[in-house]
């Protein structure tokens, strides 16, 4: 696989280097795949010896252990972040890669008069990250706009999804196992521009506002309860600002963990762990993560 993928198959690599966190061990071996092809390549060879395949998307929403990931793990290269616009007066479809940024994919309808991804403004993550996890912000998500998803097997056989298969759910969809998106198709409506720029904008506004900046991080910690949210439980447990290790609940919005520089996946851990236990004591409500863990813990 080396062979075939040259200085794109890297042995050891840092995960740091590749997540919002900046928190991660050395994978076994990265490879970032440029086309369907090499991707194809990569599932088959590592079916063919049984290896674990790990796929890192953008690096936001994941927290990856200390002691790295055994295996394969793929990031899609950037032959994965083309989009293909197919407009009429009405709306517009978009094929938006795997790798694309899902926040530049927002800002680019946006400008060009097309609404339904507002909502993805600031979100760092990718595409194909944002599908799998159903990102979504400000009363929308990727369900709202996503209609097929194209991607490959375990064995490197491609699969066309249609949204009713996707059964999406609040942070999370049904995909097969083993399954990398490649590319997701969103419908969009067309509107005046400047009404659509607005909204972004105000969108943008609150997150400024309301989150921390300066510091690396990886978005939401834990998924909202019903009815409720995580930040507000953990503000009224009194934790914000805790600190364990170099990693600290944010004054600026409890439901999101700074690193100050040089933490580690254990001090994350830490805080969530303290986090969970604290609002089940005082709230009688147990928080669900909303990163995904990776890796060695």
């Known amino acids: ?52 395949v790990t796929l890192l998307g953008g690096g936001s929403n994941v927290l990856v252990g200390d002691g790295g990931v055994r295996g394969v793990v793929v990031k899609l290269g950037r032959g994965f972040a083309r989009l293909e616009w197919h407009e009429s007066a009405s709306g517009a479809e978009v094929g938006a890669g795997a790798a694309a940024n899902l926040g530049r994919l927002a800002r680019a309808a946006a400008a060009r008069g097309l609404a339904g991804l507002e909502h993805a403004e600031g979100i760092p993550g990718s595409v194909g990250g944002a599908l799998f996890m159903n990102a979504g912000a400000y009363g929308g998500d990727v369900a709202g706009a996503a209609i097929t998803v194209e991607g ?30 490649t590319r997701v198709r969103f419908a969009l409506r067309r509107e005046d521009a400047a009404s659509v720029c607005r909204r972004m904008e105000e969108i943008r506004q609150r997150r400024v506002a309301s989150q921390p900046h300066g510091r690396a991080n990886a978005g939401s910690i834990f998924k909202n309860p019903a009815g ?70």
Not at 20 to 26: D, K, L, Q
Not at 155 to 172: D, H, S, T
Not at 252 to 258: K, Y
């Open 152 to 181: 490959l097997d375990g064995r490197g056989e491609p699969i066309v999804l249609a949204r009713e298969e996707l059964r999406f759910r609040y942070r999370g969809a049904a995909l097969p196992p083993r399954f990398v998106v």
């Open 228 to 297: 409720d949210h995580a930040g507000r439980l953990i503000d009224v447990a009194g934790l914000k600002g805790a600190r364990i290790g170099r990693a600290r609940i944010s004054e600026r919005h409890a439901n999101f963990i700074v690193n100050e520089g040089g933490a580690l996946a254990e001090d994350v851990k830490g805080l969530m762990d303290l986090a969970q236990r604290v609002v089940w004591e005082r709230s009688g409500v147990w928080l669900e993560p909303e990163v995904r863990f990776v890796g060695t813990w």
């Open 1 to 52: 696989m080396a062979a075939s993928l040259g200085v794109r198959a890297c042995p050891g690599e840092s995960l740091a280097r590749h997540t919002s966190f900046r928190i991660g061990g050395p994978a076994e071996l990265l490879v970032a795949p440029e086309t369907v092809e090499e991707l194809a390549f990569v599932l088959r060879a590592t079916a063919a010896c049984a290896a674990r």
